[in-house]
């Protein structure tokens, strides 16, 4: 601005605009924002895009509503904070931020994933220049599964905020769950040149470092982020797991404990000392590094009796305890660690009937406990939650299997599959049910179809045709012995 040069002209339809704001004599400029915006909007009419209007507020009563649901949401009061937000935007349906909070609302508290991506889609809608609102539409997709989709909504996200690296952070995790882990290492990289004081990034990255067998790297990363945040207790336990998986037990033992020392009150990283402690051979301490994670958790749940979190933790740690080599025999008459875990989130559920998660978990702890009636129950609920609607219809069919219900099981596996015909691994447990009952003929056409599908699949994953062709040779071979 002030040189004598003009501006050299560009093609482009904000040239015109461009060339006003450098303008040499203050007169010539933009006089107000409005003046500006004006011209904005003329180029936008001639270029039909969609330009962004600002909300008009018409009320202070209104402009509270808003504010309250803000606050209502973060002091964990998702149902008030809904009925908020819904009342403001009965009179001010055209800001995008509040269709945002809705669909974040939607999502972290009650995991309606199509609904939030409705919320979240209609203020990209009204904004389509809000990174923050793309960034969260794509979380909303990538919970359901639809992980193209999230892809692409982050990289929107990015196309309006090149440095927006919570944007770059969840593109890169989306990126490794579609198996195109290199592309996630190059967009952290991006990341971290742009904030590289973040020590999320450094985790990620070096979590995606490992993943691509580069375990050099990745430790280094994960020291990275350790130094950058201390509190960081993901980065402790990345640190300790690799320097585990490398056959350094002691080395990664000390990482622990300095990261109790720096977390005193986190049970993950209590646990993880717990499972080392029992993986060298020290299983006094590690029953003792347990009862230490057990007690701090108790203690949360007595002393925040309607915080879901905490039960849900307690609930793990029981899950844990469960399968691993530290299971205790309950003294007699004492409960077992699979009915203190259905205790914690059948808790969890009770105070959060959404919580997907523990409904799910709940259902896989009353099917080890061989309680079919409440199995059935919790997967009925569980066929509505996209990610967990194959799991719940396998279990619920497996359940009803084992009870005698051979009819009901397969039918309601038939029922699906007129509607989903090519998702192989329902026609794999379907296989597993007519041989479980002795129908080799029934369970052979479903493996052979089953291995027709995963034939002509873009990427079959070798282990499930391996699996499914040993499966045909043991059909064929129970036919010949019939």
């Given at each position: 601005m002030g040189c004598t040069p003009k501006v050299p002209k560009i093609?482009?339809?904000?040239?015109?605009?461009?060339?006003?704001?450098?303008?040499?004599?203050?007169?010539k400029r933009y006089q107000s924002h409005n003046e500006l915006l004006e011209s904005f909007y003329k180029v936008a009419s001639k270029l039909k895009i969609t330009f962004p209007q600002p909300p008009s507020v018409t009320d202070d009563e209104t402009a509270r509503y808003f504010v309250l649901a803000q606050s209502l949401a973060a002091l964990g009061k998702p149902g008030d904070a809904l009925k908020s937000i819904d009342a403001y935007l009965a009179k001010n349906s055209r800001d995008p931020s509040a269709w945002l909070q809705k669909g974040i609302i939607l999502l972290e508290n009650y995991s309606s994933y199509k609904e939030s991506i409705q919320c979240t889609l209609e203020a990209v809608r009204i904004d389509p220049f809000n990174s923050h609102a793309w960034n969260n539409l794509g979380l909303a997709y990538?919970?359901?599964?639809?992980?193209?989709?999230?892809?692409?909504?982050?990289r929107k996200g990015l196309d309006c905020d090149p440095y927006n690296t919570g944007c770059m952070m969840n593109l890169s995790i989306a990126l490794i769950e579609n198996g195109k882990p290199e592309n996630a290492h190059a967009v952290l990289s991006i990341a971290i040149d742009v904030n590289p004081k973040k020590a999320q990034l450094w985790l990620n990255l070096g979590s995606t470092a490992k993943v691509l067998n580069r375990q050099p790297e990745a430790v280094k990363c994960f020291q990275k982020a350790i130094e950058l945040n201390q509190k960081l207790t993901e980065g402790w336990r990345s640190l300790a797991?690799?320097?585990?998986?490398?056959?350094?037990?002691?080395q990664a033992l000390e990482i622990l404990n300095e990261g109790i020392v720096n977390n005193p009150d986190d049970y993950a990283i209590r646990l993880d000392k717990a499972r080392l402690l029992d993986k060298m051979g020290d299983h006094a301490e590690a029953i003792e590094s347990f009862a230490e994670t057990e007690s701090l958790l108790i203690s949360l749940t007595q002393k925040y009796p309607?915080?879901?979190n905490h039960w849900?933790?307690?609930?793990?740690?029981?899950?844990?305890r469960h399968i691993s080599s530290l299971q205790i025999k309950p003294e007699s008459g004492k409960p077992s660690a699979t009915e203190k875990g259905i205790v914690c989130f059948s808790k969890v559920i009770e105070i959060d009937p959404n919580d997907s998660f523990a409904l799910w978990t709940l259902a896989r702890l009353y099917f080890d406990n061989h309680d079919t009636k409440r199995t059935v129950?919790?997967?009925n609920k569980l066929l509505r939650y996209p990610q967990?609607?194959?799991g719940a219809l396998s279990m619920k069919a497996q359940v009803l299997s084992f009870v005698g219900l051979y009819k009901e099981a397969t039918e309601e596996l038939q029922d699906f599959l007129r509607a989903n015909p090519t998702c192989d691994s329902i026609w794999f447990v379907l296989a597993q049910i007519h041989e479980y009952h002795n129908n080799p003929s029934a369970a052979l056409k479903c493996l052979q179809v089953c291995n027709n599908i995963l034939s002509?699949?873009?990427?079959?994953?070798?282990?499930?045709?391996?699996d499914v062709n040993q499966k045909i040779i043991e059909m064929k071979n129970m036919l010949k012995r019939q």
């Amino acid at each position: 601005m002030g040189c004598t040069p003009k501006v050299p002209k560009i093609k482009s339809d904000l040239f015109p605009i461009i060339e006003k704001c450098l303008e040499k004599r203050k007169e010539k400029r933009y006089q107000s924002h409005n003046e500006l915006l004006e011209s904005f909007y003329k180029v936008a009419s001639k270029l039909k895009i969609t330009f962004p209007q600002p909300p008009s507020v018409t009320d202070d009563e209104t402009a509270r509503y808003f504010v309250l649901a803000q606050s209502l949401a973060a002091l964990g009061k998702p149902g008030d904070a809904l009925k908020s937000i819904d009342a403001y935007l009965a009179k001010n349906s055209r800001d995008p931020s509040a269709w945002l909070q809705k669909g974040i609302i939607l999502l972290e508290n009650y995991s309606s994933y199509k609904e939030s991506i409705q919320c979240t889609l209609e203020a990209v809608r009204i904004d389509p220049f809000n990174s923050h609102a793309w960034n969260n539409l794509g979380l909303a997709y990538k919970n359901s599964g639809q992980f193209p989709l999230a892809i692409d909504a982050y990289r929107k996200g990015l196309d309006c905020d090149p440095y927006n690296t919570g944007c770059m952070m969840n593109l890169s995790i989306a990126l490794i769950e579609n198996g195109k882990p290199e592309n996630a290492h190059a967009v952290l990289s991006i990341a971290i040149d742009v904030n590289p004081k973040k020590a999320q990034l450094w985790l990620n990255l070096g979590s995606t470092a490992k993943v691509l067998n580069r375990q050099p790297e990745a430790v280094k990363c994960f020291q990275k982020a350790i130094e950058l945040n201390q509190k960081l207790t993901e980065g402790w336990r990345s640190l300790a797991n690799i320097l585990e998986e490398s056959g350094k037990l002691p080395q990664a033992l000390e990482i622990l404990n300095e990261g109790i020392v720096n977390n005193p009150d986190d049970y993950a990283i209590r646990l993880d000392k717990a499972r080392l402690l029992d993986k060298m051979g020290d299983h006094a301490e590690a029953i003792e590094s347990f009862a230490e994670t057990e007690s701090l958790l108790i203690s949360l749940t007595q002393k925040y009796p309607g915080n879901p979190n905490h039960w849900h933790n307690l609930g793990l740690i029981y899950l844990d305890r469960h399968i691993s080599s530290l299971q205790i025999k309950p003294e007699s008459g004492k409960p077992s660690a699979t009915e203190k875990g259905i205790v914690c989130f059948s808790k969890v559920i009770e105070i959060d009937p959404n919580d997907s998660f523990a409904l799910w978990t709940l259902a896989r702890l009353y099917f080890d406990n061989h309680d079919t009636k409440r199995t059935v129950e919790c997967c009925n609920k569980l066929l509505r939650y996209p990610q967990y609607l194959l799991g719940a219809l396998s279990m619920k069919a497996q359940v009803l299997s084992f009870v005698g219900l051979y009819k009901e099981a397969t039918e309601e596996l038939q029922d699906f599959l007129r509607a989903n015909p090519t998702c192989d691994s329902i026609w794999f447990v379907l296989a597993q049910i007519h041989e479980y009952h002795n129908n080799p003929s029934a369970a052979l056409k479903c493996l052979q179809v089953c291995n027709n599908i995963l034939s002509k699949s873009s990427n079959p994953n070798k282990q499930n045709m391996a699996d499914v062709n040993q499966k045909i040779i043991e059909m064929k071979n129970m036919l010949k012995r019939q």
